[in-house]
């Protein structure tokens, strides 16, 4: 009898151990925490002792889907300065279902702190890692990169295309700064094969789920984020990058890149006064760009070279592996006084790109180049583009304060109500995560004007039956402006200007006009300066839009 109870007490442990999350605590003085000896389980929780350590090596933890193994701070911020060893502040060698979070601690932001490595990089994710997931960590004073995140395949260590498969990475409230290489890097940069030592080229893994958002990246050597060789379920959202590129380095130069064999979804990103292009776009196709601010892109690059030379630019989009029949969508983008051109498209393999909404103001380059400053498109791409709003003048955007970096739109910016309906592509949110369309039409660039006022007695320009789009560009209006509309019938139609006590202040035209495009020029002449509505009137009904002469 007593031998039958002490099994059933041995049986009973044994399960609660399995059914509960177990906490683990590492001390000051220890560095590697193995899973194996540790007995980790999926749920566990391992606490890292405040206070300054040297480098830490977790290798064989594992957790499950839906249970992850948490690693987390406790009682202040952990501080480490990988000058022991040197090699990493951070390791994870054959762990999967992994969460470092720097959240336990109340009082500080980044509850883990990375300070200083002697000879490697803050993070590595490595020796066929996965499932990993890190936030409110800091990381600065690196280097080589800030976090690596991959697997180099060997001849014998299984980390090959056909036998590995790396899932789920999310990088996310975390500060990376003074990264001597990249801040970020995210899978493999050598997606077409990579030369091994004797076994010849091998295909490096892939990655399936990567994410990266609410990052603060400043001061990086090299890329700002480098996301390479994830074919599926990746984005890269609203994270702030300044100072990317700062050691000039050939092909290593660009707040956001999206690297050989990369489908990725890429918005809502701040990226300002780096050296290298804003974003560049080497991927595999089928990406949306949209809803970025980038703000100086390549300005500092060598300058004295000139703008044409050493060129830099807002997006670039070149080629390392293009799936065939691939598109790429470009829209709601706001770039401000990149070094060459806004937007230069050179990946010829892609099938198609969508031009759209995009915002493009004071290229260095416009003295020499004019308008090809713009965008720069080689003569063989197959693209569309429309509503973009390009001038070589930053004010007549009128965003609210751009001396001060702030680039969201006023009330009366030309901007405001013409851009192109793109609830299409399930744009419904701009740079700020606020409603898109705020009124009745799509704002142009990465911003959408909260204004209460505007929009007032324009209509629905998106839904009325017998209009598509009603255009005036440019607005504010110096000496002249284009109205550009499309009819969706034959129709006797009629334009009028009227000024703000609705007098009839000129009567453009009354005529039949056919279905389809329709532009029409007006001159300011001897018009005053001030406030005016422009109404095309039918059958139908009225549309007007609130015009400034200036």
């Given at each position: 009898?007593?031998?039958?109870t002490?099994?059933l007490?041995f049986?009973?442990?044994?399960i609660?151990?399995?059914?509960?999350?177990?906490?683990h605590?590492?001390?000051?003085?220890?560095?590697?925490?193995?899973?194996?000896?540790?007995?980790?389980?999926?749920?566990?929780?391992?606490k890292?002792?405040s206070?300054?350590?040297?480098?830490l090596?977790?290798?064989?933890?594992?957790?499950s889907e839906?249970n992850?193994?948490t690693i987390i701070n406790?009682?202040?911020?952990?501080?480490?300065t990988a000058?022991?060893?040197?090699y990493?502040?951070?390791?994870?060698?054959?762990?999967?279902?992994?969460?470092?979070?720097?959240?336990g601690?109340?009082t500080?932001?980044y509850g883990?702190?990375i300070a200083?490595?002697?000879?490697?990089?803050?993070?590595?994710?490595?020796?066929?890692?996965t499932n990993?997931?890190?936030?409110?960590v800091?990381i600065?004073?690196?280097?080589i990169?800030g976090?690596?995140v991959?697997?180099?395949?060997?001849?014998?260590?299984?980390?090959?295309?056909?036998?590995?498969?790396?899932?789920d990475?999310?990088?996310?409230?975390?500060?990376?700064?003074d990264?001597?290489?990249e801040g970020?890097?995210?899978?493999s940069?050598?997606?077409?094969?990579q030369?091994?030592?004797?076994?010849?080229?091998?295909l490096p893994?892939?990655?399936?789920?990567?994410e990266v958002y609410?990052?603060?990246?400043?001061n990086?050597?090299w890329?700002?984020?480098?996301?390479?060789?994830?074919t599926?379920?990746?984005?890269i959202?609203?994270n702030i990058?300044?100072?990317d590129s700062?050691?000039?380095?050939?092909?290593?130069?660009?707040?956001i890149?999206?690297g050989g064999?990369?489908?990725?979804?890429?918005?809502?990103?701040k990226?300002?006064?780096?050296?290298?292009?804003?974003?560049?776009?080497?991927g595999?196709?089928?990406?949306?760009?949209?809803?970025?601010?980038i703000?100086r892109?390549?300005?500092?690059?060598?300058p004295?070279?000139?703008p044409?030379?050493n060129?830099?630019?807002?997006i670039?989009?070149?080629n390392v592996s293009?799936?065939?029949?691939?598109?790429?969508?470009?829209?709601?983008n706001?770039?401000?006084?990149?070094?060459?051109?806004?937007?230069k498209?050179?990946?010829t393999?892609i099938?198609?790109?969508?031009?759209?909404?995009?915002?493009?103001c004071?290229?260095?380059s416009?003295?020499?180049?004019?308008?090809?400053?713009?965008?720069?498109?080689?003569?063989?791409?197959?693209?569309?583009?429309s509503?973009?709003?390009?001038t070589?003048?930053?004010?007549n955007?009128?965003?609210?304060?751009?001396a001060?970096?702030?680039y969201?739109l006023?009330?009366l910016?030309p901007a405001?109500?013409?851009?192109?309906?793109?609830?299409?592509?399930?744009?419904?949110?701009?740079?700020?995560n606020?409603p898109?369309?705020?009124?009745?039409?799509?704002?142009i660039?990465?911003?959408e004007?909260?204004?209460?006022?505007?929009?007032?007695?324009?209509?629905?320009?998106?839904?009325?039956k017998?209009?598509n789009?009603?255009v005036?560009?440019?607005n504010?209006?110096?000496?002249?402006?284009?109205?550009?509309?499309?009819?969706?019938?034959?129709?006797n139609?009629r334009?009028?200007l009227?000024?703000?006590?609705?007098?009839?202040?000129?009567?453009f035209?009354?005529?039949?006009q056919?279905?389809?495009?329709?532009?029409?020029?007006?001159?300011?002449?001897?018009?005053?300066?001030?406030?005016?509505?422009?109404?095309?009137e039918?059958?139908?009904?009225?549309?007007?839009k609130?015009?400034?002469f200036?």
């Amino acid at each position: 009898m007593i031998k039958r109870t002490l099994i059933l007490l041995f049986f009973t442990i044994t399960i609660a151990h399995h059914s509960f999350a177990a906490t683990h605590t590492v001390g000051l003085t220890t560095n590697l925490v193995d899973g194996d000896d540790l007995s980790a389980a999926p749920g566990d929780v391992i606490k890292l002792t405040s206070g300054q350590r040297d480098y830490l090596l977790f290798r064989n933890i594992h957790g499950s889907e839906g249970n992850p193994v948490t690693i987390i701070n406790e009682g202040g911020q952990v501080a480490i300065t990988a000058d022991d060893y040197g090699y990493y502040g951070i390791k994870f060698q054959n762990c999967s279902f992994i969460k470092l979070t720097g959240s336990g601690s109340s009082t500080n932001q980044y509850g883990i702190q990375i300070a200083g490595v002697t000879y490697g990089t803050g993070v590595s994710v490595d020796n066929l890692s996965t499932n990993f997931e890190m936030e409110r960590v800091e990381i600065g004073n690196i280097p080589i990169a800030g976090i690596y995140v991959k697997t180099d395949p060997t001849c014998d260590n299984g980390a090959t295309r056909d036998q590995f498969t790396m899932y789920d990475i999310k990088i996310h409230d975390c500060y990376f700064h003074d990264i001597a290489d990249e801040g970020m890097y995210i899978g493999s940069s050598k997606y077409t094969g990579q030369e091994v030592a004797g076994c010849g080229t091998l295909l490096p893994h892939v990655i399936e789920g990567v994410e990266v958002y609410n990052n603060i990246v400043e001061n990086t050597g090299w890329d700002g984020i480098q996301v390479s060789s994830a074919t599926k379920d990746c984005s890269i959202h609203d994270n702030i990058i300044r100072n990317d590129s700062y050691r000039e380095t050939t092909n290593q130069m660009s707040g956001i890149l999206i690297g050989g064999g990369t489908e990725c979804d890429c918005y809502n990103n701040k990226i300002f006064d780096g050296k290298g292009d804003g974003i560049d776009i080497l991927g595999l196709g089928n990406h949306k760009i949209y809803n970025n601010l980038i703000v100086r892109p390549g300005m500092s690059y060598l300058p004295s070279g000139g703008p044409t030379n050493n060129q830099k630019h807002g997006i670039w989009v070149g080629n390392v592996s293009t799936d065939a029949g691939s598109e790429m969508f470009i829209y709601n983008n706001t770039i401000v006084s990149p070094k060459t051109h806004g937007i230069k498209l050179t990946n010829t393999a892609i099938s198609s790109y969508k031009l759209y909404n995009n915002i493009i103001c004071e290229p260095s380059s416009y003295s020499i180049l004019g308008s090809s400053s713009y965008m720069n498109i080689n003569i063989l791409i197959n693209y569309q583009q429309s509503n973009n709003y390009l001038t070589n003048l930053t004010s007549n955007v009128q965003f609210i304060d751009a001396a001060n970096d702030n680039y969201d739109l006023d009330g009366l910016s030309p901007a405001v109500n013409t851009g192109l309906d793109l609830i299409s592509l399930n744009l419904t949110f701009d740079i700020e995560n606020r409603p898109r369309p705020f009124k009745e039409a799509f704002d142009i660039g990465a911003y959408e004007s909260q204004d209460p006022t505007i929009g007032i007695g324009e209509g629905n320009l998106l839904t009325k039956k017998w209009i598509n789009k009603y255009v005036i560009v440019p607005n504010p209006i110096n000496t002249w402006t284009t109205l550009t509309y499309e009819l969706n019938e034959t129709l006797n139609i009629r334009l009028l200007l009227i000024d703000l006590q609705g007098k009839i202040v000129r009567i453009f035209f009354e005529q039949k006009q056919s279905k389809g495009p329709h532009t029409f020029d007006i001159q300011k002449n001897s018009l005053p300066s001030g406030i005016y509505f422009l109404k095309l009137e039918s059958k139908y009904g009225t549309i007007t839009k609130k015009v400034v002469f200036i």
